[in-house]
Every structure is written in structure tokens, then in C-alpha cells.
T-cell receptor
Framework: GENVEQHPSTLSVQEGDSAVIKCTYSDSASNYFPWYKQELGKRPQLIIDIRSNVGEKKDQRIAVTLNKTAKHFSLHITETQPEDSAVYFCAASNSGYALNFGKGTSLLVTP | DAMVIQNPRYQVTQFGKPVTLSCSQTLNHNVMYWYQQKSSQAPKLLFHYYDKDFNNEADTPDNFQSRRPNTSFCFLDIRSPGLGDAAMYLC?????????????FGPGTRLTVL
């Protein structure tokens, strides 16, 4: 089955700096890669996703890049703000229904 | 404008006492999922329904069952909760079940087993 690895497990940045979270996946058939943000005690919320037919997608301060050859994808957050502090999960999906999640990155943005 | 609703938000049960968690959706999505999320871990899929078709993940314990009486509602039944079943249980939906469909999560039910 699909195995998704996510790094780092914790990340601390100063407000205004950029944050980068990286994920690798094992199944070359995976073609959908969402990123979820989960604040403490709340639901995971989709913040951005990318499909395998594109290499990069951007939405305001958030961007995701995908390298299908290397089987890795990354989340980039620019101009971080304290409200960006949360746990971020990457996921990969192939032909099945399941989202295969990474183990999460706890991001702390300090003022 | 809640889209995926879970009740209750917090549930306390005793070891071995059956418990049912509820999920409803206003999105009219075909697929409903149940995930288990333990502390500091990623959500783990237990099973899903595509319409009325039930699909169990291979490693989901028999202790967990589900019912979907109609499009809007889905229930998670834990027949004999153990201490290891204490977790956040997340319901999610997607429109068609295609793997590129967005999954929308509910707020979760936090289960405590005493």
C-alpha cells in the first residue's frame, strides 16, 4: 500500500518567515495530494491540493509543489502569521478511496 | 451552514459498554467515511460507504461497525470499547468517491473510555 512520510515533525518559525513541509510517497500511481490544517481540537481543513497533472499550485500565501519523478511534494507558507500555528497533514491518494496521511507537522509561528 | 455534523462532540463510555457515534451531512455527497485519530497521530480510515455499499479497511477491528440508513446519516458503532479505542472519531464525506475528490471532515467526536 501507499506509504507517506512527512518531515519535519515539528517546525518553529518567526512571524513573517517562510515555512516548508516536505512529504514523500511510495506509490507511483498516486495522483492526488491534499494538505490539511488541523488546529487543536478541531477538524482537519483542506487548505490546498494538487493533482498529478500539474507541478505547482498557489493560493495567496500557500503553495504546493509536486515532483512526480522523485515522488515528493511540499507545502510552502510565506509571510507566516501566528494563526498559521497548527498541525499540517499531507496525504496521497491513488485509485482507492483512502487518503494516506503523513504523520503530521506541528508548526509554531512565534510573534 | 454546517456541512458535516457530528454528535455528540464528546462521549464518555465505560469499558465494554456499547457506544454509537453519529454523523450527518447536508452536502448530499455519495461517500461517507469514518476515521480514527489518536492523540498526535494522523487520521486512520476505518471504513467508508459509497451510497449503501459498505467497505471495510482490512485492519479495522471487528469491534467497529457502521450503518448508513440514508444518504444524510452514518453511524459508527463500537460494540465493546476498550481503553485503546479512546480517540477522536472523524466523519468525512466526498461527492463521488473518485480519489481526486475533496474529503470534507466533520468536527469529530472525542471518545473517552473509563
Amino acid at each position: 500500500g501507499e506509504n507517506v512520510e512527512q518531515h519535519p515533525s515539528t517546525l518553529s518559525v518567526q512571524e513573517g518567515d517562510s515555512a516548508v513541509i516536505k512529504c514523500t510517497y511510495s506509490d507511483s500511481a498516486s495522483n492526488y495530494f491534499p494538505w490539511y490544517k488541523q488546529e487543536l481540537g478541531k477538524r482537519p481543513q483542506l487548505i490546498i491540493d494538487i493533482r498529478s497533472n500539474v507541478g505547482e499550485k498557489k493560493d495567496q500565501r500557500i503553495a504546493v509543489t509536486l515532483n512526480k519523478t522523485a515522488k515528493h511534494f511540499s507545502l510552502h507558507i510565506t509571510e507566516t502569521q501566528p494563526e498559521d500555528s497548527a498541525v499540517y497533514f499531507c496525504a496521497a491518494s491513488n485509485s482507492g478511496y483512502a487518503l494516506n496521511f503523513g504523520k503530521g507537522t506541528s508548526l509554531l509561528v512565534t510573534p | 451552514d454546517a456541512m458535516v455534523i457530528q454528535n455528540p462532540r464528546y462521549q464518555v463510555t465505560q469499558f465494554g459498554k456499547p457506544v454509537t457515534l453519529s454523523c450527518s451531512q447536508t452536502l448530499n455527497h455519495n461517500v461517507m467515511y469514518w476515521y480514527q485519530q489518536k492523540s498526535s497521530q494522523a487520521p486512520k480510515l476505518l471504513f467508508h460507504y459509497y451510497d449503501k455499499d459498505f467497505n471495510n479497511e482490512a485492519d479495522t477491528p471487528d469491534n467497529f461497525q457502521s450503518r448508513r440508513p440514508n444518504t444524510s446519516f452514518c453511524f459508527l458503532d463500537i460494540r465493546s470499547p476498550g481503553l485503546g479505542d479512546a480517540a477522536m472519531y472523524l466523519c468525512a464525506t466526498s461527492r463521488t468517491g473518485a480519489n481526486t475528490d475533496t474529503q470534507y471532515f466533520g468536527p469529530g467526536t472525542r471518545l473517552t473510555v473509563l
